[in-house]
């Protein structure tokens, strides 16, 4: 799954990357949720750690001269909360309200990626549509648009 967030990043706008933050943050809040399920406490910590990063770079990234920047660090805010609350009392129920935050948020982002028309953020990367990569014993698909599995033939 990172090599797939890994791809789209050299291809993707400033408001694309936040989209892919977002769902960084919430792929790992999911897989925190599976390690709690499992009781796998340690690989539950270390998930939400990994998804409090990437928040705080979110929030590092804020540009205060818009009034929507103060409201964003509140809910921000509340989200880290939720993950620090999570990680101390060992309970994944704690992130129900901050993975609906976040889906909410990521909705928005992901409807003005079509009105941001600056390009990639990043320089001098190959244009990349898809890659097939080998592995030990499997052929491994990496794609930009998540609707577009079906792309081409399967393996």
Do not use: W
């Not at 890994?6 to 919430?26: D, H, N």
């Amino acid at each position: 799954m990172m090599k797939a967030f890994a791809a789209r990043v050299t291809q993707a706008s400033r408001t694309e990357l936040v989209v892919i933050m977002y769902e960084v943050i919430l792929t790992d809040i999911d897989c925190a949720k599976t390690c709690y399920n499992k009781e796998d406490t340690v690989k539950f910590e270390q998930e939400l750690k990994h998804a409090q990063r990437f928040l705080n770079e979110l929030m590092a990234t804020l540009n205060y001269r818009y009034e929507l920047s103060y409201q964003l660090m509140s809910l921000y805010i509340f989200i880290n909360k939720s993950l620090v609350t999570a990680v101390f009392q060992k309970n994944a129920d704690i992130l129900e309200e901050a993975e609906a935050v976040l889906k909410v948020l990521l909705e928005g982002f992901k409807g003005t990626v079509k009105e941001d028309l600056s390009g990639p953020v990043m320089q001098n990367t190959q244009q990349l549509y898809a890659g097939l990569t080998y592995g030990r014993g499997v052929l491994n698909e990496t794609y930009l648009n998540a609707n577009e599995q079906s792309r081409g033939y399967k393996a």
